[in-house]
């Protein structure tokens, strides 16, 4: 049989998180982002700002 273990198993609460972001990298994610969703919003016709992102 399989031992016990947490949902996902409990390596990821052993494993230390990345440092934060710094100020340029929050910027360019941001700035990535935007430029994703203005073609995603292009490529279906529809304004910027409607589209939603990710899964949902």
Known sequence: MYAAAPYRGAVRAVTPRAPAA??????????LRHWREARRAAAMNVPAGTVKRGRA
Do not use: E, I, M
């Not at 710094?22 to 910027?27: E, T």
């Open 22 to 31: 710094g100020r340029r990298a929050r910027l360019r994610a941001a700035l």
